[in-house]
């Protein structure tokens, strides 16, 4: 004998989503940015150094100095040079006087004769160091005017545009359940 069975069939409820995604677009301008530029200034003043020579200790040395100087200096030895002259005459004449003892006084004389007198030196003094040199070096200022960079920047908003994507939520299979009862009228 058959049992007569409850056929349960169930149906699934189906959702259908159909969705598209949004579009966006950002934008962003650059910034504006407007610059000016001060260049630096620099100002140089000089003046010229100045170079000083002084070599009249050379010349001195050379007995072609000042003349004022060299006069001075044979005036004041003049006195001293006169005695040394007058004991050369009365040295010579000594000499002369002396003849009777043998020689040639006058022969020796014209050979110790000389036309400069050694012993009137009116020259300064010789040294390494007659030359004096003084430099005094020029002045030098400098003017300096910094520069500088002036800047506007001005940020510009940025541009955004959206457009909405759609979402459609439907159902395509709607949830059913099927009881079929069996069939009595075969069972009896």
């Known amino acids: ?53 002084n070599q009249d200790p050379a010349w001195d ?25 007058l004991a050369r005459i009365v040295e010579n004449g000594n000499r002369l006087a002396d003849i009777h003892l043998g020689g040639n006084p006058i022969s020796d004389m014209a050979g110790d004769w000389q036309r400069t007198y050694p012993e009137f030196d009116f020259r300064g003094e010789a040294s390494y160091d007659n030359v004096d040199i003084t430099y005094t070096p020029g002045e030098l200022t400098i003017e300096t005017t910094p520069g500088r960079i002036n800047m506007n920047v001005e940020v510009n908003r940025p541009s955004h545009h959206y457009e909405r994507g759609k979402l459609d939520i439907y159902m395509s299979q709607y949830p059913k359940v099927e009881i079929i009862p069996p069939q009595i009228n075969e069972l009896l």
Not at 9 to 29: F, N, S, V, W
Not at 62 to 77: A, F, Q, V
């Open 1 to 53: 004998m058959q049992i007569p069975q409850i056929q349960i069939r169930q149906q699934y409820a189906q959702i259908y989503i159909d969705a598209d995604i949004g579009k966006q677009e950002l934008q962003q301008p650059q910034a504006t940015v407007e610059r000016e530029q001060i260049k630096p200034e620099q100002h140089f003043t000089t003046s010229r150094g100045q170079l000083e020579i």
């Open 61 to 85: 040395a050379l007995g072609i100095g000042d003349n004022l100087k060299t006069m001075s200096k044979i005036y004041s030895m003049s006195s001293e040079m006169a005695l040394r002259g």
